[in-house]
């Protein structure tokens, strides 16, 4: 039975929702966007802060006692930018964790299939329980499952587009197949496509632009907050099969003379 609490790499967290740093317009508003969503895991990228300065402008925002703080390698052209990144941000002290993104193309910022499995197989090697952003491919998450990565994270869009999950199909196959979480990245622009992918049978979901370029970000937040906690907490009651034909509410019999 589907779970209310969310378990990767033997770490349990009781939100489902992931929240990403950028575009946000002040740090102040990051950080109140964070708290009011109830996300405990937060992926920043490694090129926009410096990981040895505890006074970082973002990294002060992000109390790292009470989230994860999951650092990402966005902005890396290949796999040895993507492992140099990673092992950088464990020897300043990160937890290791990463959210691996290599995204060559400058246009799409598409994943790059080859470069990714490259760099998970070095990152998993060495210790790191990584994340891997991916394009939904059903055969590459399943052999990115196969050395180790704790989740994979295919695209519903491309990132920041707000068009909503464009690879249903293929990210159907690749919950069917996989027996690590599945989070769902890039593209979720409504709280509507974040509550389709939970009915697919994610596990999760990770929002950014949504989240921080809207009107009021705070309150996008929480609503992201509330629709994950909602259709979660429905699909752990159970909910019932569609009918190809119409089923009365109340009792056709006793009518009116019978």
């Known amino acids: 039975m589907f779970q209310n609490k969310l378990e990767i790499a033997g770490r349990t967290f009781r939100s489902r929702l992931m929240i990403g740093t950028g575009k946000f317009p002040s740090n102040t508003v990051m950080k109140n966007a964070l708290e009011a969503s109830g996300a405990e895991i937060i992926t920043v990228a490694l090129r926009r802060v410096d990981i040895n300065n505890p006074e970082d402008n973002i990294l002060s925002h992000i109390d790292t006692d009470k989230y994860l703080l999951l650092p990402n390698t966005s902005g890396a052209r290949d796999a040895e930018e993507a492992v140099r990144l990673s ?16 995204t060559p193309d400058p246009n799409y910022l598409l ?9 998970a197989e070095i990152l998993v090697k060495d210790g790191f329980n990584v994340l891997p952003y991916i394009n939904a491919d059903p055969v590459l998450a399943k052999r990115l ?8 994270m295919p695209l ?16 159907k196959i690749i919950i069917e197949q996989s027996q690590i979480p599945v989070v769902v990245d890039a593209g979720i622009g409504k709280i509507s496509h974040a509550c389709e992918a939970f009915e697919l049978g994610a596990d999760a979901v990770l929002v950014n632009t949504a989240i921080a370029t809207a009107e009021d970000p705070v309150k996008m937040a929480k609503a992201f907050g509330l ?3 909602a259709v979660c907490t429905a699909i752990s009651a159970g909910q019932p099969a569609e009918q190809d034909k119409a089923s009365a509410s109340s009792p056709l019999t006793g009518f009116l003379r019978d």
Not at 145 to 152: R, S
């Open 87 to 102: 092992r950088l941000a464990r020897a300043a002290g990160c937890e290791p964790w990463v959210k691996l993104e290599v």
């Open 111 to 119: 994943p790059d299939p080859v470069e990714t499995y490259k760099a």
């Open 145 to 152: 499952e196969d050395i180790g990565t704790v989740t994979v």
């Open 156 to 171: 519903g869009a491309p990132i920041g587009s707000n068009k909503g999950l464009k690879t249903v199909e293929n990210i």
């Open 227 to 229: 629709a994950v906690e």
